[in-house]
Structure formats: C-alpha cells, structure tokens
C-alpha cells in the first residue's frame, strides 16, 4: 500500500451544497433497544431547544456564507412530537438562514402514535415533502417487546392518513432479527408493508446495544440472544420478496421504488459534506468530522448567536464555549478514504472508479492492492468497469469487507 499522507486529497467542498440534519433529542416514551441520544420526560426543555436550534442555524450559516442546502432530514428522537408550530418555525429560520433548494428532499421521522390529519396537513405545509416512519413490525407482539407506543393497525393507518393529505413520498423502517420473532412473523410483516406500497423501505437487523434495557433483559436470560442464523434468512427473504415488488435495492438496508432513493442518506454514503444540528448532531465539513455537545439542556445554555461571520475556520468558530461542538477530528487522507470505501460499498453501485480516482488521484486497487486481492479471491467483492462492489455473499459479511480498507490513522 501507498503511503496515504501521500494520497491526493480532495473532499468536495461545503459551497457546492450539504445535506442538513437536525437532531430532535424529544420522546414520548424511550424504546428499550435504542441508544441515541433522545430523552424522555423533558417536555419542558422544548421550547428553550426550539429557540436554541435556531440560533445555531442562524449561526452556521453566517459562518459557512449561507450554502445551498440539497437535503433536509429532522431525525431522533421523535421530530413528529414537536408541536406543529415549532416544527414551521424551524423550517422558517432554516429558509431564511440557508439557500434551501428548490428540489431539496425534506425528510421528517414520524411515529404512527403521532399522525392526526390535522398535523400531516401542517407538515406538508410547512414543507415537509418526505416521511420516514418508524413501524419496527406489523406484529403487535413484537411492538410490545420493542416498547412501540402504537399497535400495527395504527401503523397502517398512519400511513394511509399521510397518503391523503398528499404525502407522495412515505419511507417505512422495520426491524427484524428480533427476539422470539419467527419467520412467520416476519413474512406476514413484508405482506402488510407490500400491501401498502410505501415508495422506501429500510431494514434493520437489531442490534443489542451495550447500557441499553434491552440489553439488560437479554444479560438476564428475560429475552434470548437474536439468532443470526435466522435474521439473514430474513434478509434474504426481504431481498427477494421486495425485488417481486418491484422494489430496487441500492444499499445494503434499503429499497426504494426507481427514483425514490433517500437523496439525504446518500450523500451520506458517497461521504459528501453534511451539517448537524441539535444536540448530540454529528457533522462532516470543511474537512473535519465534529460532533455537538450532547446534553439538551446544556444546548439551550450555551448556544448563541454571537459567531463572526466568514471564519477563515468555521467549525472553530462554533466550538464550545462560543458555540454546541465539543468534538472535532481532522479527516486525513488515511481516514477520508477508508471512510470512502466502508460507507460507499454499502451502495449497490458500489465505489465507482470516476468518483474515487477524482477523489484521491489513484485507482481503488492502486491504494489498496493487498486488500482488493484477498476480498476478490474470497469472492466478497466484485470489480466491474464502473466500480468496486460488495458481492451478493459480500453483502452478508460488509463489516469484513469494510474492516479491510482500514489502516493506519496516523499515515
């Protein structure tokens, strides 16, 4: 391998467009296999957040020169709880701060508990045009073990009110390789998903995450260990049934109908520049990866409006105590294309060799030849003329696959 420090290095830059996320930490009730950074039982904090939020949107974009924003995600948490007046006058402040484009893909998560007429109405009011809803099953069983607050038939419901009131493009999110589940289960689930033909579907294996009371309850024996065995006879099954359906698979957990790919989530996986904001939000700009300090309350305190404008270094700019990051890392040329690799063979068409060689002046299997060779050999990834791809046994073993194009941090 090439010495990386080496490696021509050219990240795209901020000024040609972002993707925005903005992280509502809010939950009615915490489900016991989560652990983001969400809460429970701190309504009170809303109203001091909302304002704090946009303050920070206020304050980036004076410091960055006020870029276009291509996507717009509200995740968590739960952004469907906010109060519809909140959630307009953050999409206000971010149409004033940023130059929002016209085609911009606006994303909200939603729990089916949280969707009346009244409120989808405002949504797409308030410029909304993207759904990604949290259903995990359509087993009422099984939304009890994962602590849902709403029944499958409110789920389907949801989904159904959100189609009238003009929602066109609706993503639902399930999860499978669950306790107990059987492949029953999990079959009728694809069905009640298929009937009602959502334009995106993601699927999640579970994850058993350390400190979480899930994880208690399977340390204590209350609940088996997921059968990996079984969840990737359900992923195989999903991969089949959904490609019926005329459903694409263009990443690893997700489908979409031609066309509807989640634009946001993809600038995530070709590693293109992104801003987070809220507590706990994760960044890549300027050539750093950053995180805000996580604490809401804290957020609400040391937020302000105070950043200079036109910082020869914005992500300074916005570090604590002046501003919500309190974590920043260099990305070097080391980790930008390991990051490169891991994030962008979890897509279908893979890494292509344009986008990679414009990147980092070198093809795939120049930098990384060892590494290409062994995962070749092992028939994990596949080389075309367009690209560098997992292989359909790949897709099974990606954390190997991604593990391989790791190196030296320091280089």
């Given at each position: 391998?090439?010495?990386?420090?080496?490696?021509?290095?050219?990240?795209?830059?901020?000024?040609?467009?972002?993707?925005?996320?903005?992280?509502?930490?809010?939950?009615?009730?915490?489900?016991?296999?989560?652990?983001?950074?969400?809460?429970?039982?701190?309504?009170?904090?809303?109203?001091?957040?909302?304002?704090?939020?946009q303050?920070?949107?206020?304050?980036?974009?004076?410091?960055?020169?006020?870029?276009?924003?291509?996507?717009?995600?509200?995740?968590?948490?739960?952004?469907?709880?906010l109060?519809?007046a909140?959630?307009?006058?953050?999409?206000?402040?971010?149409?004033?701060?940023?130059?929002?484009?016209?085609?911009?893909?606006i994303?909200?998560?939603?729990?089916?508990?949280?969707?009346?007429?009244?409120k989808?109405?405002?949504?797409?009011?308030?410029?909304?045009?993207?759904?990604?809803?949290?259903?995990?099953?359509?087993?009422?069983?099984?939304?009890?073990?994962?602590?849902r607050?709403h029944?499958?038939?409110?789920?389907?419901?949801?989904?159904?009110?959100?189609?009238?009131?003009?929602?066109?493009?609706?993503?639902?999110?399930?999860?499978?390789?669950?306790?107990?589940?059987?492949?029953?289960?999990?079959?009728?689930?694809?069905?009640?998903?298929?009937?009602?033909?959502?334009?995106?579907?993601?699927?999640?294996?579970?994850?058993?995450?350390?400190?979480?009371?899930?994880?208690?309850?399977?340390?204590?024996?209350?609940?088996p260990?997921?059968?990996?065995?079984?969840?990737?006879?359900?992923?195989?099954?999903?991969?089949?049934?959904?490609?019926?359906?005329g459903f694409?698979?263009?990443?690893?957990?997700?489908?979409?109908?031609?066309?509807?790919?989640?634009?946001?989530?993809?600038i995530?996986?070709?590693?293109?520049?992104?801003?987070?904001?809220?507590?706990?939000?994760?960044?890549?700009?300027?050539?750093?990866?950053?995180?805000?300090?996580?604490?809401?309350?804290?957020?609400?305190?040391i937020?302000?409006?105070?950043?200079?404008?036109g910082?020869?270094?914005?992500?300074?700019?916005?570090?604590?105590?002046?501003?919500?990051?309190?974590?920043?890392?260099?990305?070097?040329?080391?980790?930008?294309?390991?990051?490169?690799?891991?994030?962008?063979?979890?897509l279908n068409?893979g890494?292509?060799?344009?986008?990679?060689?414009?990147?980092?002046?070198?093809?795939?299997?120049?930098?990384?030849?060892?590494?290409?060779?062994?995962?070749?050999?092992?028939?994990?990834?596949?080389?075309?003329?367009?690209?560098?791809?997992?292989?359909?046994?790949?897709?099974?073993?990606?954390?190997?696959?991604?593990?391989?194009?790791?190196?030296?941090?320091?280089?």
């Amino acid at each position: 391998m090439p010495n990386l420090a080496e490696i021509k290095h050219s990240p795209p830059t901020y000024d040609g467009g972002i993707g925005l996320y903005l992280h509502v930490p809010f939950c009615q009730t915490k489900c016991p296999y989560c652990d983001f950074n969400t809460y429970a039982g701190i309504e009170d904090q809303i109203s001091g957040y909302v304002r704090s939020l946009q303050d920070e949107l206020i304050g980036w974009a004076n410091v960055l020169g006020h870029p276009p924003v291509r996507t717009i995600f509200l995740g968590g948490g739960t952004p469907s709880y906010l109060p519809p007046a909140d959630l307009e006058a953050i999409h206000q402040t971010i149409r004033d701060a940023f130059r929002v484009e016209d085609s911009a893909e606006i994303t909200m998560e939603c729990n089916p508990g949280d969707v009346t007429a009244e409120k989808a109405a405002s949504w797409l009011a308030s410029g909304v045009n993207r759904i990604s809803m949290g259903v995990q099953s359509f087993d009422d069983e099984l939304l009890g073990l994962l602590g849902r607050r709403h029944t499958a038939a409110e789920a389907k419901e949801a989904f159904k009110t959100l189609r009238k009131a003009g929602f066109v493009n609706q993503s639902i999110d399930l999860i499978y390789g669950l306790p107990y589940q059987s492949a029953k289960q999990w079959s009728d689930t694809l069905d009640k998903t298929i009937d009602l033909e959502p334009e995106h579907i993601s699927l999640y294996s579970l994850q058993i995450e350390q400190g979480t009371p899930l994880a208690v309850d399977v340390e204590a024996g209350k609940y088996p260990i997921p059968d990996d065995d079984l969840a990737a006879d359900m992923y195989e099954e999903a991969q089949t049934r959904l490609g019926e359906n005329g459903f694409s698979q263009y990443e690893i957990s997700n489908w979409s109908k031609p066309d509807m790919e989640s634009r946001h989530n993809i600038i995530y996986w070709l590693n293109e520049p992104y801003l987070g904001v809220g507590p706990g939000a994760h960044s890549w700009l300027a050539g750093q990866r950053f995180a805000n300090l996580r604490s809401p309350r804290r957020y609400t305190t040391i937020v302000g409006t105070d950043y200079e404008n036109g910082a020869a270094d914005p992500v300074s700019a916005m570090t604590s105590p002046a501003g919500p990051v309190e974590m920043v890392d260099i990305t070097t040329p080391a980790i930008d294309v390991a990051e490169t690799m891991m994030m962008g063979m979890r897509l279908n068409q893979g890494v292509t060799h344009e986008r990679f060689e414009k990147r980092f002046g070198a093809a795939v299997d120049v930098i990384f030849p060892d590494e290409v060779a062994r995962l070749t050999k092992l028939g994990l990834i596949d080389i075309t003329k367009e690209a560098v791809l997992l292989s359909e046994r790949g897709r099974l073993l990606g954390n190997e696959v991604f593990a391989e194009f790791i190196g030296d941090p320091d280089e």
